[in-house]
């Protein structure tokens, strides 16, 4: 089915029936899971489902209190987090030539790239979709993010890959109102002024009047504080 149909079919369906969907139309399904909105999924899926399957990006550079996180959240549920590293000698080769910090002064990209797409990638050759907690007022990147999509970023000449993004229409408000309604949850870096978390040298605590992502990257230009996991399309 075409993206875009996938869009505009999906614009006034709640975060549970995209979830449901996904439960739905899909075996291999699995939720990425690393900040608020994430648990919060988690935590809707598994008011739908026994067995939701769920994975963590670990680049090796996260927060301790990222890492407790991860360990509160699977205790918390009583669910299995698949942790995915990148490959070692590549990350080894980086550093090696590039030193721990190139990302300042070349951009986020390479770096990114290592650390996070090429595990994606490996891992889902297993899936047929996956879920994500992206929203469309994170950033001026995300501003056309659907629902549900074709994954152009991990889709081959074999497989298309689907993508659900249930949170696509929430504010960070919504989020925020879910979490302490239902008692779910959060990474404690939050409590200190850090509103979106990457990895510990990428990001930096925001003042109240800025937007969430200007804690990322923020050397980089606005357009660009992506790491290359989502691709979106505008719908034309």
């Not at 939720?31 to 399957?53: H, R």
């Not at 074999?158 to 249930?166: G, H, I, L, Q, S």
């Not at 504080?225 to 719908?235: I, P, S």
Request: proline share 4%.
């Amino acid at each position: 089915m075409n993206s875009h149909k996938l869009a505009s079919d999906a614009v006034d369906q709640t975060p549970q029936q995209v979830l449901e969907t996904a439960f739905d139309q899909h075996d291999a399904v699995a939720i990425s899971f690393s900040g608020a909105e994430d648990v919060v999924l988690i935590d809707m899926a598994c008011n739908l489902s026994d067995a939701i399957a769920v994975f963590c990006l670990d680049t090796g550079r996260l927060h301790p209190e990222t890492y407790q996180f991860i360990e509160k959240v699977r205790d918390f549920y009583g669910i299995d987090i698949d942790v995915i590293f990148p490959e070692a000698e590549s990350v080894a080769s980086l550093v090696k030539e590039k030193g721990l910090f190139s990302f300042y002064e070349e951009g986020h990209a390479e770096c990114c790239s290592i650390r996070k797409i090429e595990p994606l990638r490996k891992y889902l050759t297993e899936m047929d979709a996956w879920i994500t907690g992206q929203r469309r007022d994170q950033s001026p990147t995300r501003s056309f993010v659907a629902q549900m999509q074709d994954d152009l970023a991990f889709s081959t000449a074999e497989k298309t890959m689907k993508k659900y993004n249930p949170l696509a229409n929430w504010s960070s408000a919504q989020v925020w109102q879910y979490i302490r309604d239902n008692d779910v949850p959060y990474n404690k870096l939050h409590d200190r002024g850090f509103r979106s978390i990457g990895c510990e040298p990428c990001t930096r605590s925001t003042a109240p009047n800025q937007h969430e992502r200007e804690g990322r990257w923020w050397w980089e230009e606005a357009t660009r504080r992506e790491c290359g996991l989502h691709v979106v399309v505008k719908d034309e």
